[in-house]
Each structure stands twice: as structure tokens, then as C-alpha cells.
Nanobody, 124 residues
Framework: QVQLVESGGGSVQAGGSLRLSCAAS????????MAWFRQAPGKEREGVAG????????YYADSVKGRFTISQDNAKNTVYLQMNSLKPEDTAMYYC?????????????????WGQGTQVTVSS
């Protein structure tokens, strides 16, 4: 079992920045890939960014490339999402996920463990 706890959400104005954190506990050695997803009201959950824990190779959705940066501190079992130049359309609940089982990186069904989420609200 892996437990994930997100933090760092909040309310900012457009153009602002936030840094989200996702701390893992439990069987952290089983983590192979950590991902951030988001879900806005009335919309499906969508992938935002991900990182392989071993190689640190990052992946980004087109909508956030150049604005968001994913990083990790394996000593702390924590993944971060630095979000810059935030837009109102970035408003959503942000979730982290891990224990990717293969297939589409942005397919929510491919992850075994999820956190409870942290809310990000961007006002215009």
C-alpha cells in the first residue's frame, strides 16, 4: 500500500504561481512513476505531468508545457509540481497518483494509488 498526501493548493490571480507537493508513505519502493492529474467541475480527470522515479524523465500535457515543472525528492518520497503563469482554466482539484501499471500515461485507470487532492483556484 502507498498513501499519498497532496498539499500546496490555494487561490491565486492569473499569472501567479503555486507549488504543489505530494508526499508518499507506506511501500514507497513500489513507486515507479508519479503523476499529477486534475479535475475541474463537470469535466473528466485529465493528466497534467508525470515523472519516472528512477530516471526522472518528465512528461507534460500540452496544455501545461512551458508553464509547469514536475520534480522529485526521492529522499523525501515527495513529488512537486511548480505551476507558473497560471490561468483561470487551470482551476481544478489536483491529484497525484502512483504505481502505474502500464498503458496510457494519462489514463486514470492505469494507476493503483491516489491522493485526496488539493484545490487550485485561479481568478482572472
Amino acid at each position: 500500500q502507498v498513501q499519498l498526501v497532496e498539499s500546496g493548493g490555494g487561490s491565486v490571480q492569473a499569472g501567479g504561481s503555486l507549488r504543489l507537493s505530494c508526499a508518499a508513505s507506506g511501500n514507497t519502493n513500489s513507486r515507479n512513476y508519479m503523476a499529477w492529474f486534475r479535475q475541474a467541475p463537470g469535466k473528466e480527470r485529465e493528466g497534467v505531468a508525470g515523472i519516472y522515479t528512477g530516471t526522472a524523465n518528465p512528461y507534460y500535457a500540452d496544455s501545461v508545457k512551458g508553464r509547469f515543472t514536475i520534480s522529485q525528492d526521492n529522499a523525501k518520497n515527495t513529488v512537486y509540481l511548480q505551476m507558473n503563469s497560471l490561468k483561470p482554466e487551470d482551476t481544478a482539484m489536483y491529484y497525484c497518483a502512483t504505481n502505474y501499471v502500464g498503458g496510457g500515461l494519462w489514463d486514470t485507470r492505469r494507476y493503483k494509488y491516489w491522493g485526496q487532492g488539493t484545490q487550485v483556484t485561479v481568478s482572472s
